[in-house]
């Protein structure tokens, strides 16, 4: 933590005069608008400028389709200057390869939450990741169906608290979480599949770099590609906002282990990726240890 | 008695966007922002920012009303502040 004596605050509602440079990353031009309907410290409106972000940086802008699935982010419908196709519950995988066999240039997406993918349409996003079509697919997951109001989904983790678990969920009552990433990287039509997560700067900035991959597989016409974010739901899971990153990291980020599962061909499960995620933990740890990052 | 601290960056927020969810204070570094005793016309508390800013935008990247926009200085800024 900062040492740094507070002074007075400082005037932010105006730009800096001549001398400073705007950092990047910029808010990008897609997103029409920040007043969003989405409720204070949501995660998703992070997934959203992440890719918004990787389109704008490829040059995809003009390309770009949306199928769009049901959840808190289908209100982003009308915020964000992407072409998009609404579609009914989980459906959005097909929608997609529909679009895409049409329009074969066109960049096409999903974007879906952890109920409309892994509860309402498993089989489409299989089935997709199956047949290998050449389309991208974003989960924003945050283990809770967030806009009927935090109920569990088929991603919660064992022990998650939510309104139909309120005692956690039990495996021998509810079942085990459904890790969708692995299902999909076993699948030999998957040709990038990666998760993701925005608890963090760092985490935020690394999920953008694997979105931008997915649209990259994409592009190359390598075959299915699949980003799961995971996203903060303070509503849904019933905490104040500023505790949703941690949560989300210590519940979700536990067992959906953030990294890549499958890229250049190579699988690596949800272990390998936490032993991994542990040994670089352990890594930077000796690293500050020995009086800071070399970089 | 005074420390001069530098800001190497400064950034603008957005106060009528922001939702009050306080997820820019620990994602701050330098810890440079603190949320305001005011609110907002929605009435949100909102951050603001001190001198000692680095213009890193970390709280660029994790706000999800995209209140904030990051500026940095060709030559630091320096304030006088009460230590």
């Given amino acids: ?3 740094i004596p507070l002074g007075p605050v400082l005037d932010t509602a105006h730009a800096p005069g001549d001398g400073a440079r705007v950092v990047e990353p910029k ?10 309907h989405l409720c204070p410290g949501c995660g998703e409106p992070l997934a ?9 940086d490829l040059g995809l802008v003009d390309t770009a389709v949306c199928a769009l699935g049901i959840g808190c982010y289908t209100s982003f419908g009308s915020t964000v200057d992407i072409d998009l196709v609404q579609c009914l519950h989980g459906r959005a995988p097909s929608v997609a390869t529909g679009v895409k066999r049409m329009l074969p240039d066109a960049t096409v997406f999903t974007l879906q939450g952890d109920g409309d993918m892994v509860n309402e349409g498993l089989q489409e996003v299989l089935h997709t990741a199956a047949r290998g079509e050449s389309l991208t697919a974003v989960l924003v997951n945050n283990g809770v169906f967030g806009e009927t109001g935090g109920h569990m989904t088929a991603t919660s983790v064992l022990g998650q608290r939510t309104k139909n678990t309120i005692e956690g969920r039990d495996a021998e009552y509810h079942g085990y979480p459904i890790l969708i990433g692995d299902l999909i990287a076993q699948l030999e039509g998957a040709a990038y599949v990666a998760r993701g997560s925005v608890h963090n700067a760092g985490a935020v900035a690394r999920t953008t770099k694997m979105v931008r991959r997915a649209f990259e597989t994409q592009r190359r016409r390598e075959g299915f590609s699949f980003v799961e974010i995971l996203t903060m739901c303070p509503t849904g899971w019933f905490i104040p906002t500023g505790e949703g990153p941690d949560y989300l990291a210590s519940t979700l980020g536990e067992v959906h282990i953030m990294g890549e599962l499958k890229a250049d061909g190579q699988i690596r499960t949800t272990e390998e990726l936490h032993a991994e995620n542990v040994r670089k933990a352990a890594e930077l740890e000796a690293q500050l240890a020995r009086g800071g990052l070399e970089d | 008695m005074t420390t001069v601290v530098k800001s190497r960056g400064t950034v603008t927020i957005d106060v009528e966007s922001c939702k009050g969810c306080e997820l820019c204070i620990p994602a701050c570094p330098p810890a440079v922002l603190t949320m305001s005793a005011p609110v907002n016309k929605r009435g949100y508390h909102y951050p603001e920012l001190h001198p000692g800013c680095t213009g890193c935008a970390a709280c660029l990247m994790v706000c999800p ?6 500026f940095r200085f060709q030559t630091p800024v320096e304030h006088e502040v009460p230590s």
Avoid: G, Q, W
């Fill in chain 1, 1 to 3: 933590m900062s040492t």
């Fill in chain 1, 27 to 36: 808010t990008p031009a897609l997103l029409l608008t920040n007043h969003h």
């Fill in chain 1, 48 to 56: 959203i400028r992440a890719i918004a972000e990787a389109i704008e």
């Fill in chain 2, 65 to 70: 009303d995209y209140c904030f926009e990051v």
